[in-house]
């Protein structure tokens, strides 16, 4: 099933809930998966110098394949810069919010197959994490070169359908 545009569900509104006399059509039977395979990487036990934060500059809706997708590139860069155990990264959004498209039909004969508006409470079709202004996305605990990562974070941030800001913090000898 091909992906829509990500503008399409880039705006936060609270979900059409559907009042219906069936309660089987009043609610979504079974959420897709999320794609995010891990939200803790490295080592988490370690004490690190560096806080780095990829946070969001405005009011968004992330979808589970935007999030998966800057998590590999930057555990990718953190693995080959740091090693398996040299860094701490974790996703801090989780994504509940369940997407929904109501299918139309196009070409000869498409509007006797279908219900229109009728009955448009639609399919789910993936998973976003709602986010407010500010609010990190990921979190990077690391003790060496600053710099690497925030080139990272801020190439990776590209992949996400809003603008990101990087945040640097030196931490003060305290354990995560």
């Given at each position: 099933?091909?992906?829509?545009k ?14 219906s ?30 806080k ?15 999030l ?11 693995q ?10 974790m996703i ?9 498209e109501?299918k ?8 006797r197959?279908q ?15 709602q986010v ?6 990921f ?21 996400l ?5 990087v945040?640097?913090?030196e931490i ?5």
């Amino acid at each position: 099933m091909p992906l829509r545009k990500a503008n399409c569900y880039r705006k936060i509104v609270r979900a059409y809930t559907r009042k219906s006399k069936y309660q089987g059509r009043g609610f979504i039977k079974a959420p897709p998966v999320a794609k995010i395979v891990k939200y803790n990487m490295g080592d988490s036990k370690k004490s690190y110098k560096y806080k780095i934060t990829l946070y969001t500059k405005e009011d968004i809706q992330v979808r589970h394949n935007a999030l998966e997708s800057v998590r590999q590139v930057i555990n990718r860069k953190l693995q080959k810069t740091f090693g398996p155990i040299g860094y701490y990264l974790m996703i801090n959004v989780y994504p509940h919010h369940v997407l929904r498209e109501n299918k139309m039909l196009t070409g000869a004969g498409a509007d006797r197959m279908q219900t229109g508006m009728q009955q448009a409470f639609g399919k789910p079709v993936g998973l976003a994490a709602q986010v407010k202004k500010n609010h990190p996305l990921f979190t990077a605990y690391i003790n060496g070169n600053v710099d690497i990562i925030k080139y990272t974070f801020k190439r990776s941030s590209s992949r996400l359908p809003c603008k990101c800001g990087v945040k640097v913090e030196e931490i003060k000898n305290i354990q995560i």
